[in-house]
């Protein structure tokens, strides 16, 4: 007898999203290790990175269209399926090119999760959705976590750990790719298994066909000059956001001088506030979406600047900017979609936001490409400076928009 439990569904997609959101961030802890492994550059280990994000960024608006044409349960079966080929083949010590078909099947295998997984929530709780849907993404979220602890364990190897590590064939930090397969491979079958069976007794699926815009009506929402300015702000957060989280490890140990033991776990900071999310979200119901994207904005690329400016003062400074960095950057982002969602109109609500998560999620793509060449041709501190500056930018946009949202001065932001 199978038991399904109201909450399998939700539990299951959590799941595999915690661990495609491991194998994304468990790779910048490992760039230094990487790079002395596969005897590779800062540029080349920043590409590889990219391949990742790029794909994954691609794959965003497809994966909806796949799920239509051979089901949502395959796609997402399919998808944590090859994610998991992706790490066990890193689990493997081969040559470099091995590496990079590993990242793009895990960038593969990942990007095609949320899209697909949040339809199902939505039709399986909907009477729910935004709550299971936080639930969601608080999962994913502290995959982020997990993957800079866990990483950290595999390198430091504490006496504790020790004899769990040596079971695990060749070098110690493969084992985290081995052991992240063999879960994610896990949470696949036991989706595939139980999922359909909590499908069968959902009676309030809506069965109702969505309309068949074209292209042509998502571009038309770019003439809305309010909605372009947003756009420029998310796709500004994104890129300062995706270099930080590429290279910040490697920044605290060459320009703050801290052991790579205490850069993997400030990194690891950035994940565990994500909680504020949840408040953020609350707070913009009462004062509206646009002064919480400000303050927010404003906190990230302010503390970020100064991390650039003082980062040989200390570790608890340090530690402390960190935090505001990640607390300014975590209550944007749930604002972020629902601010989006608002601008659009109800018929191409998904669709849009769509677009733009893809815009946004390609910025941050080629953003590690990009550091990785400027801390190349500079150092971190520069390359550092010009995230902080793309943060700050957009603040100031949203300031803007903060001050165009008076009544008096609304139709200025139109084109038409």
Not at 73 to 96: Q, T, Y
Not at 173 to 184: A, E, H, I, K, N
Not at 373 to 386: E, K, L, Q, Y
Request: aromatic share 14%; net charge positive.
């Amino acid at each position: 007898m199978i038991y399904v439990n109201k909450y399998t569904t939700l539990i299951l997609a959590s799941g595999i999203w915690f661990i495609g959101k491991f194998l994304r961030y468990a790779f910048p802890p490992l760039f230094d290790t990487l790079q002395i492994s596969y005897d590779v550059s800062t540029t080349i280990i920043g590409f590889m990175y990219t391949c990742l994000l790029t794909v994954y960024a691609l794959l965003q608006f497809p994966s909806g269209i796949l799920s239509d044409r051979f089901g949502s349960l395959r796609i997402i079966v399919g998808g944590a399926g090859l994610a998991a080929g992706g790490a066990f083949l890193l689990s493997v010590d081969l040559p470099v090119y091995f590496l990079i078909i590993s990242v793009v099947a895990i960038g593969i295998g990942t990007g095609v999760h949320k899209t697909v997984a949040v339809g199902i929530l939505s039709k399986t709780y909907p009477k729910r959705t935004g709550r299971v849907l936080g639930v969601f993404d608080t999962f994913g979220t502290y995959g982020g976590v997990g993957a800079s602890f866990i990483v950290t364990l595999f390198l430091v190897v504490p006496r504790p750990i020790e004899y769990i590590v040596t079971l695990f064939p060749g070098a110690a930090w493969r084992g985290v790719f081995l052991s992240s397969g063999f879960v994610g491979l896990g949470f696949a079958v036991l989706f595939a298994w139980y999922v359909p069976k909590q499908q069968t007794q959902n009676d309030n699926v809506d069965r109702k066909k969505d309309p068949n815009p074209s292209i042509q009506d998502y571009l038309n929402q770019f003439k809305n000059r309010k909605f372009a300015i947003f756009a420029f702000v998310t796709i500004l957060f994104s890129f300062s956001y995706n270099g930080v989280l590429a290279f910040l490890p490697l920044f605290l140990s060459e320009e703050a001088g801290f052991s790579t033991t205490a850069a993997n776990l400030l990194y690891s900071t950035v994940f565990a506030v994500s909680f504020v999310q949840i408040f953020t979200g609350d707070l913009s119901d009462r004062v509206g979406r646009l002064p919480i994207i400000f303050i927010a904005l404003g906190v990230g690329g302010v503390a970020l600047l100064a991390i650039v400016v003082l980062a040989d003062v200390g570790i608890i400074i340090i530690a402390t900017l960190i935090v505001l960095f990640a607390l300014g950057s975590h209550g944007f982002r749930p604002v972020r979609g629902l601010y989006l969602i608002e601008l659009l109109p109800d018929d191409i609500a998904a669709g849009g936001f769509g677009i733009v998560r893809t815009l946004l999620m390609g910025a941050g793509a080629v953003a590690p490409t990009i550091i990785g060449f400027i801390a190349d041709t500079a150092d971190f501190r520069v390359a550092f400076a010009f995230l902080a500056a793309s943060m700050v930018v957009a603040a100031a946009l949203s300031m803007g928009l903060l001050a165009a949202n008076s009544p008096i001065k609304k139709q200025i932001y139109d084109w038409g």
